[in-house]
Nanobody
Framework: QVQLVESGGGLVQAGGSLRLSCAASGLTFRLYGLGWFRQAPGKQREFVAAISSSGVVTYYAGSVKGRFTVSRDNAKSTVYLQMNSLRPEDTGVYYC?????????????????WGQGTQGTVSA
């Protein structure tokens, strides 16, 4: 049974940083592409960042490019999202997702497994 468990969310002031982690189990982690998505209150879930199985290919939403960094540690079966220079509009529930294809997808429909999410709140 595949499980993805996010952690690292919290409350931070604008300009601050958070580091999210997503620990995976029940899958051959090194073969999966991984993504981060977020959902703000009253809005649809949106793509944030993705990384391929090899870690070579990464994609970012335009709104986070240059501020967020996605990385993975295959030995720990964990994917990370380092978020710097946070803004109030970055507030939301952050979800990690895993894709059997191994690719870094920007579409949520391409992912096979999802975590429960972790709340990140940025105050002005």
């Amino acid at each position: 049974q595949v499980q993805l468990v996010e952690s690292g969310g919290g409350l931070v002031q604008a300009g601050g940083s958070l580091r999210l982690s997503c620990a995976a189990s029940g899958l051959t982690f090194r073969l999966y592409g991984l993504g981060w998505f977020r959902q703000a209150p009253g809005k649809q879930r949106e793509f944030v960042a993705a990384i391929s199985s090899s870690g070579v290919v990464t994609y970012y939403a335009g709104s986070v490019k240059g501020r967020f960094t996605v990385s993975r540690d295959n030995a720990k079966s964990t994917v990370y999202l380092q978020m710097n220079s946070l803004r109030p509009e970055d507030t939301g529930v952050y979800y990690c997702a895993a894709a059997r294809s191994g690719f870094a997808h920007q579409q949520s429909s391409a992912y096979d497994n999802w975590g429960q999410g972790t709340q990140g709140t940025v105050s002005a």
